[in-house]
């Protein structure tokens, strides 16, 4: 986690050279989430001390578009047709049960799910920050750029506090997560900042939770995964809530 959140700041200071800093309108919703950003990866990985990542993963990714909704609602004034609504309730449940399934079938510490749940809580309140934020600055490069480099600063006085390790191990064995991790998380973030610049937030963060469909199907083919019956309603119930997110637009 520490590797790939590092390594975002050389793509980073790239980034805001190419693209500009944010303009100053934003930068409370950059240093909020800057925060939020820290919190979220130290309940994810509490998460995975408890249970497993197929556990954590699904509900925390499924809790968090229901609390975006909400929040969208109340504060944004984002309001969404009935099929949008339908799409991210299909999606969200589905995700949330599957990962309750996998933690029963584990006998996973509750603790787990406790972490997970406040994880999709604080995914929830970074995404409603940086959507609204990125909208401010109108510049997604430049304030994702802000943001990672913010947030590392966080994490490094953090690490320099509890975990000093942590740089003797990215340096001698996370080289690669770290410019590979990097690169690619901070390319993907970037993105959906850039999509909530032209659809609504509560949609964006949705669409972007349906990476679990295409995780499981590249383990099916590339880590000879076994496709179950499980696995296949995840990935039907998904497709259907894509389906009428689309059929609304």
Known sequence: MSAIALGHVPFGILGLILFGVPNLESLNYIIA?????????????????HAELSQVYPIARGLSPLIIVLL?????????????????VCISIALILYGIKIGLKARADLKGFYFAAWTGCFIASYSVVDGY??????????????????????????????????????????????WIGGSLGFLAYAIVLWACLHAPISIVYTLRE???????LLATVFLKEKLTVSKILLIGVLCIGVGLIKFSL
Do not use: P, W
């Open 33 to 49: 989430s800057a925060f939020l950003h820290v919190f979220y990866m130290f309940f994810l990985l509490n998460a995975y001390k």
């Open 72 to 88: 969208g609602t109340m504060f944004l004034g984002e309001y969404l047709s009935k099929y949008e609504l339908s799409g991210i």
């Open 133 to 178: 934020g990125v909208r401010v600055a109108q510049n997604a490069i430049g304030y994702t750029s802000a943001v990672d480099i913010i947030s590392a600063a966080l994490l490094c006085l953090f690490l320099f506090i509890f975990k000093r390790k942590a740089f003797s191990g990215i340096r001698q064995q996370g080289q690669k997560t770290f």
């Open 210 to 216: 349906t990476s679990v469909l295409f995780a499981v």
